[in-house]
């Protein structure tokens, strides 16, 4: 009869963006990522991993011991001794990745300070000889498209502060699972915890640290225990602080920030458009509180 038990399948597609709209888009990653790797640029894909609450309870998957361990019956938020909010940095080029946790909220402003707080420790340490990072970010969440606090802080805590331009690309909706850190970095680390209560920040920040692949992957962990505000907004003349340069595909998901003293004058989101020409030659141009490390 053709009857069996059989488990449901993720198939149909709800996402409001065309088959077309995502081709173009992932085309265009693409050229990018290899543009900015080729001539040596840093090139980075960051994304928070799933909330963890703190204290001894049940985490998903199996655990070599001698007997089970014992957790709580009921997973409450109430009975956590804090909550773990796992913001995630991985380098593609070399293979790194830096965990950041969180103890507050996740917000735009919170994702700025742990890119700001890679770059300083990592960043400018790995590439000394380049000032271009490419940032590819899923389009919602605490990097979401549109978000002016997640552009303020980009401009304010990297472009202004090391001097450097930043390009993003942000994946259309329903494609997070092609974003390189789900497979290549928060997969590793679930697996390297699974089946054990995370009962402290620092089990947790040891668990990340000690996450290592076959292909050699490394990770660095650290603990930011800032409070950050729900719902944070910035002025309109904060705005227009913002250098933004949209290119000319799909420009809401992809653009380049560039530092203060680059010559190119700030006016928010109408600042100058790239032409498909520059964006071209963009895809083709030659080289021209720490707790784990």
């Not at 996402?15 to 077309?20: I, K, L, Y």
């Not at 997973?75 to 969180?102: E, H, K, M, T, W």
């Not at 549109?146 to 390009?167: A, D, E, H, M, R």
């Amino acid at each position: 009869m053709g009857f069996s038990l059989r488990v449901n399948q993720k198939k149909n597609s709800v996402s409001s963006v065309s088959p077309q709209i995502r081709d173009e888009q992932f085309v265009y990653i693409t050229g990018v990522r290899e543009s900015f790797a080729s001539r040596g640029a840093m090139v980075i894909s960051v994304d928070t991993k799933k909330k963890e609450l703190i204290g001894c309870f049940k985490n998903e998957g199996r655990a070599w011991s001698c007997k089970p361990v014992l957790v709580n019956d009921h997973d409450f938020r109430s009975y956590a001794d804090g909550i773990a909010i796992p913001y995630g940095i991985y380098d593609l080029q070399a293979n790194r990745g830096s965990v950041v946790i969180g103890t507050s909220i996740d917000t735009p402003w919170f994702a700025t300070d742990c890119l700001a707080l890679w770059y300083a420790e990592e960043g400018q340490k790995r590439y000394p000889d380049t000032t271009e990072l490419l940032i590819l970010a899923d389009g919602g969440g605490s990097n979401r498209v549109g978000s002016y606090v997640w552009k303020y802080g980009l401009q304010t805590k990297l472009c202004n502060q090391f001097g450097i331009s930043v390009t993003v690309c942000h994946y259309p909706p329903g494609a997070s699972k092609w974003n390189p850190i789900e497979h290549r970095l928060f997969s590793a680390i679930s697996k390297n915890w699974a089946g054990r209560p995370l009962e402290s920040y620092e089990t947790i920040l040891n668990y990340i640290h000690t996450t290592t692949t076959k292909t050699g992957l490394e990770v660095t962990a650290y603990l930011l225990e800032t409070d950050y505000e729900k719902g944070m907004k910035i002025s309109e003349e904060q705005k227009k602080k913002i250098i933004t340069v949209p290119h000319s595909v799909q420009p809401k998901r992809n653009y380049t920030l560039h530092p203060e003293q680059s010559g190119i004058f700030g006016l928010g989101e109408v600042s100058c458009q790239r032409t498909k020409e520059q964006d071209s030659n963009l895809l083709t141009m030659q080289k021209p509180e720490v707790i784990f490390a």
